[in-house]
């Protein structure tokens, strides 16, 4: 059974940094490109990031791109976000995402198979 178990959300003021981690397990955790979504509230599902299983490709939002980075450690079948300069329309749940098939060019929310059950991050002051 595929658990992506988040963590590391929290409040942050604006200009702030956090780094999220996702925990995988019940499947070859290396096989796998990886990625981050998020929903703010009364919104949908947004793409943030996304990288390749053996994490030297990697993809954003422009609305992140500068100020987030995916990274993974296979050894610890875990993902990171570290996410810089937050600003308060980052606020919204964050989840990890598992991305079925091979990952080659444009992605989007609904390529992930799995998800986490999110973690939330506030930025205000």
């Known amino acids: 059974e595929v658990q992506l178990v988040e963590s590391g959300g929290g409040l942050v003021q604006p200009g702030g940094s956090l780094r999220l981690s996702c925990a995988a397990s019940?499947?070859?955790?290396?096989?796998?490109?990886m990625g981050w979504v998020r929903q703010a509230p009364g919104k949908g599902l947004e793409r943030v990031s996304i990288?390749?299983?053996?994490?030297?490709?990697?993809s954003y939002a422009d609305s992140v791109k500068g100020r987030f980075t995916i990274s993974r450690d296979n050894a610890k079948n875990t993902l990171y976000l570290q996410m810089n300069s937050l600003k308060p329309e980052d606020t919204a749940v964050y989840y990890c995402?598992?991305?079925?098939?091979?990952?080659?060019?444009?992605?989007?929310?609904?390529?992930?198979?799995?998800w986490g059950q999110g973690t939330q991050v506030t930025v205000s002051s």
């Open positions: 019940g499947f070859t955790f290396s096989n796998y490109a």
């Open positions: 990288i390749n299983s053996v994490g030297f490709r990697t």
């Open positions: 995402g598992k991305y079925e098939g091979p990952w080659s060019g444009p992605w989007s929310v609904g390529d992930f198979g799995s």
